[in-house]
């Protein structure tokens, strides 16, 4: 139902609209909002749809083999090119399968589109064959949800779905549509007509709290920028004034897994990732700075460790699109509401204009200091001959990626491999890297990965994943043989669900339950089993070869990389503590193993 | 281990944010009067574990297909501020008011109660909800049902009078709040 007001104004415009029927005003809508691409899977409640994509050629359907592959299919679509992706499923357990996908693109603020079928309204509430509530069900983990009763409303609510899915924070939204809606026929009000002024964040920031941020940064004596996904979801400029910014200044900048990317990591100032697997540099300035500037990042808890103890001496600037993140966890001391990029635009404005400078002397003990922590060389592992360590891999990927003249795109699984992907290859470019950081999904690599090639069919995509994670959503390698995708999936193989493993021989008397991969496939097999390319390296000096054959193949290629077992990722901060009492893999006996 | 009982600082979740001074706050929020917009709101309560205390909703601008719901809720001024935002982020809602925060306010409840009795205990009911200006909504040879406006301490104290009278029932509304003045909310 929608209001009177918003009724007269629609009806005034209504006269100007095409009749159609609901299945078309959605293949309409897509074509409105510059759509080209969607991931789904058909069925019963929603073929009017199919049959109207069936008799079109400008949205092509990507037909994935899993409804939680296309939704982070649609994910690594929308990561990797700054659109927003779409879903398209059917009811009941094409619905309930989103859900992950739902989830974790609300987590890491990602727009998607996800049109669900539903049983015909007649049947709603009956439980009817694959119905489910899924408004119900999905209002927890979305940004909005619809359920359209009316064909009339249909064309509205698209283009306001598509508006609040890429707006302010940006966040997955669900249509649920169901199937006699799909049927009716309505009038279609086009996206120019539409009214979707209803929701409007906040996205200019307050100019007199730039001023004063400035001020703060200007006067820092141990600075540091710590930035997140905000700064991405921002696009390309947000990064690119960030680096200009953070260059002027001289400041050192680090960031959260969301935020790789943001800051070139071939930079001096960059010092890697912060948090629980972030480097010692990056954490132990966080403790010790006196003004943190932290830009679109939320403070989690897999960041701040200990809150009592999180960086005790600083000014905190925090600048936020979302007012809920502000003070959530951390009190801050300049809030600032705003989108990223705008707030760095200001802000890079700001110290042009009034000609500010560091104060030099400050910062360069600061320096310093950070080189001193630098020095202790916290992602140094003791490599073997016989053994493929797993950092020794990526360090050789990231060899001959340095070479590649394509546009190299990586997406992980989650996991150990997730923290490795994330300490050992280098993040250059923003949109360049897909990771499922807030909600930790396994098996979100591979269909990520697809939907990334999907977006970029000249760049290298790779999905770094685990032996466990990957088994998660593997139908999608027919996907990828499906529309000739030459994606390639490198897996740190060591048999055990590694960071669980991890944290049971840390923090659990190192009693391994049910962290074993029992019974694996033989990776090379199934590979080519689907139709692609199988590969494997069972010693370091066979690896070389096998990432430069791997990096020539045209087709999805899997390459089963079989690394040490028992290998643990450090450095890490036991959760619980401070940012100060990290742990390096050197002294990884000192770890409490009493914490639990 | 885990060591239950034990001090918490063993979680891998640290500790948490231990008792902390817990405070009361009527919101006032302006929603659109859409299906699913109370399973929202009341979604975000249960989600996010925040307390709530009384939760009125109705149409209030026919015209405008807008609700306002009066919420009362309980927490750590850091919980309610989070509350206060995390009502904002949600589509259909339009505006949220910390009454509380905000200054001078007015809150009024409906009760209505039902005392059954007879000879001295009726009389003495009859007595007492004069006193507190309920009005007699309904009548039989042994029972009365009263009804009584006011804050919800007022309410409060009317039924814990009621009680020994022979009190059967009680249906209240939950509080309603405007702000005080020429200003609007």
Sequence with gaps: MISAVKEKALAAKTSKTKKMSGAEMVIEALVEQGIDTIFGYPGGAVLPIYDALFQQNKVKHILCRHEQGAAHAAEGYARSTGKTGVVLVTSGPGATNAVTGLTDALLDSIPLVCITGQVPTFLIGNDAFQEADTTGITRPCTKHNYLVKDVNDLSNILHEAFHISGSGRPGPVVIDLPKDVQFAEGNYINKANAITHMYQPQTEPDMMAIEEAVRLIANAKKPIFYTGGGVINAGPKASKDLTEFVKKTGHPITSTLMGLGAFPAHEEQWLGMLGMHGTYEANWAMHDCDVMVCIGARFDDRITGDIAKFSPKSKKIHIDIDPSSINKIVSVDLPIVADAGSAITAMLKIWKDKKYKVNQDALNRWWSKIDEWRSVNCLSYKNSDTIIKPQFALERLRHHLSKQKKDVFITTEVGQHQMWAAQFLPFDKPNHWMTSGGLGTMGYGLPAAIGTQLGNPDGLVIDVAGEASILMNIQEMSTAVQYNLPVKIFILNNQWMGMVRQWQELLHGERYSQSYTESLPDFVKLAEAYGGVGLRADTPDELDGVIEQMLKTDKVTIVDVRTCQSENCFPMIPSGKAHNEMILAADADKFDKKLV | ?185
């Design chain 2, 1 to 185: 281990m885990v060591v239950k009982g034990k001090k918490q600082s063993i979680s891998v979740y640290g500790d948490g944010p231990g008792d902390r001074a817990i405070e009361r706050h009527t919101l006032s929020v302006l929603v659109d009067n859409e299906p699913g917009v109370l399973a929202r709101v009341i979604g975000l309560f249960s989600g996010r574990g925040y307390n709530i205390e009384s939760l009125t909703v109705a149409e209030t601008n026919k015209e405008l297909n807008q609700s306002r719901m009066t919420i009362i809720a309980v927490g750590t001024p850091a919980v309610i501020d989070q509350i206060r935002h995390q009502l904002e982020r949600l589509v259909p809602v339009h505006r949220v008011n910390d009454l509380t925060e905000e200054g001078d306010h007015v809150e009024r409840e409906l009760a209505l109660v039902k005392v059954v009795g007879t000879d001295e205990k009726r009389i003495e009911a009859l007595r007492s909800a004069n006193i507190f200006r309920a009005r007699v909504v309904d009548s039989t040879q042994e029972s009365f049902v009263f009804e009584v406006t006011g804050s919800a301490d007022k309410v409060n104290a009317f039924i814990d009078l009621m009680i020994p009278l022979g009190m059967v029932n009680v249906s209240r509304t939950g509080s309603a709040a405007i702000s005080r003045g020429p200003d609007k909310m």
